[in-house]
């Protein structure tokens, strides 16, 4: 069971925008600016997408966007394109015993 | 450009170690505010953190792991190296090597990863 918790499924279709929620508690999410979300494509090494929350790396279109209240981050792509059908995996410091945890990740369809 | 380059044995029989070596070019596995963090994905599965060590050699394993994981740094060919003793068939995975900048706590670089199949 994964430290952080994902929806393990959302979609949406061309040109709309997606929410993906990644819930954790105040050893981590809650009480730390770092959470990361990578963008992982099949068969193919993650993709930093969003660091501290809400920083884009360079070369990460504007198009993605993250943002945390409480306990969740989230993650939200507008304007979606087919390119971004991949899964996607949040990630937090914590205080707990391990450092670093991954949510379980979320498969986003593109309809 | 920042490489990492993950390399070793693909299938280990069960109770051996599994060794990996993440070689780095591009940079110098010796500069400061970063960690260099091995993390392993089951085939189907979601992202597992194995451990760190730090540009100074100190190392964090995953509790769970602690037990049968080492990593060590060999300056000289600048590259990272993973030990993970008495395998099982859970061990089979894709094993990724990541660059962690330290003060965001973000992974930014990783490795292809390369997948290890426990299977005697």
């Known amino acids: 069971q994964s430290a952080l918790t994902q929806p393990a499924s959302v979609s949406g279709s061309p040109g709309q925008s997606i929410t993906i929620s990644c819930t954790g508690t105040?050893?981590?999410?809650?009480?730390?600016?770092?959470v990361s979300w990578y963008q992982q494509h099949p068969g193919k090494a993650p993709k930093l997408m969003i660091y501290?929350?809400?920083n884009r790396p360079s070369g990460v279109p504007d198009r993605f966007s993250g943002s945390k209240s409480g306990n969740t981050a989230s993650l939200t792509i507008s304007g979606l394109q087919a390119e971004d059908e991949a899964d996607y995996y949040c990630s937090s410091y914590t205080s707990s015993s391990t450092p670093q945890v991954f949510g379980g990740g979320t498969k986003l369809t593109v309809l | 450009q920042l490489q990492l380059q993950e390399s070793g044995s693909g299938l280990v029989k069960p109770s051996q170690t599994l060794s990996l070596t993440c070689a780095v070019s591009g940079g110098s596995i010796s500069s400061g505010g970063y960690s260099w963090s091995w993390i392993r994905q089951p085939p189907g599965k979601g992202l597992e953190w194995i451990g760190y060590?730090?540009?100074?050699?100190?190392?964090y394993y995953n509790p769970s792991l602690k037990s049968r994981v080492t990593i060590s740094v060999d300056r000289s060919k600048n590259q990272f190296s993973l030990k993970l003793s008495s395998v099982t068939a859970a061990d089979t995975a894709v094993y990724y090597c990541?660059?962690?900048?330290?003060?965001?706590?973000?992974?930014?670089?990783w490795g292809q990863g390369t997948l290890v199949t426990v299977s005697s």
């Open positions: 990541a660059r962690a900048v330290v003060v965001v706590a973000a992974f930014d670089y």
């Open positions: 060590i730090y540009h100074s050699g100190s190392t």
């Open positions: 105040s050893s981590d999410v809650g009480g730390y600016n770092y």
């Open positions: 501290e929350v809400s």
